[in-house]
């Protein structure tokens, strides 16, 4: 299992449990989505997607989020994912939802129309990233949508979501989205 660190906030510092299947999110891209969307924060509505450790999601709520459901399909993950929301104290402004996100997002549009700020942080070139946006397309109201994906990986046309600004880092990029 590998560890991560809370980089803001209420828990800066404190360690969170990874397991080892996940790609986690670079200390340094973290930094950089949070600075990117730092005003957004405090008390947002935040949906973590394809959450594995929960380490945005959890970032968020260090930083003042006022809750964030966590959606990922990993049963080793979510448990994991559960022991760090305990340990943080964060667990009564978290909801964790096992399942397909693709399928999750369709199935709750009105959780997704409500969001301030949605993290997507898939496999890396994996087609669901695509999948997922054009879903998010259509049900966003006013969220700001970051998606963290390979620099290999080209975003898909969208209607409704513009790319706001990206950062590169390494093989990594972040765009960020708004409607």
């Given at each position: 299992m590998?560890?991560?660190?809370v980089a803001g906030g209420e828990a800066r510092g404190r360690r969170l449990k990874a397991p080892k299947n996940i790609r986690p999110t670079q200390g340094v891209v973290k930094q950089a989505i949070f600075n990117m969307v730092a005003a957004r924060i405090e008390g947002a509505t935040v949906l973590d997607l394809f959450a594995g450790s929960g380490a945005l999601g959890i970032e968020a709520l260090s930083r003042g989020a006022a809750s964030v459901t966590f959606v990922d399909q990993q049963p080793r993950g979510l448990a994991?994912?559960?022991?760090?929301l305990d340990a943080l104290g964060f667990s009564e402004r978290a909801r964790v939802v096992r399942g397909d996100v693709v399928r999750w997002l369709e199935a709750s549009p009105d959780v997704v129309g409500s969001a301030d700020l949605i993290f997507l942080d898939p496999p890396y070139e994996d087609i669901v990233l695509d999948r997922a946006l054009r879903v998010l397309d259509r049900e966003v109201r006013s969220a700001t949508v970051l998606a963290e994906h390979s620099r290999r990986q080209m975003l898909p046309q969208l209607e409704r979501l513009r790319v706001d600004r990206e950062r590169r880092h390494g093989d990594t990029i972040v765009t960020v989205l708004a409607v």
């Open positions: 590998s560890r991560l660190r994991i994912l559960r022991q760090n």
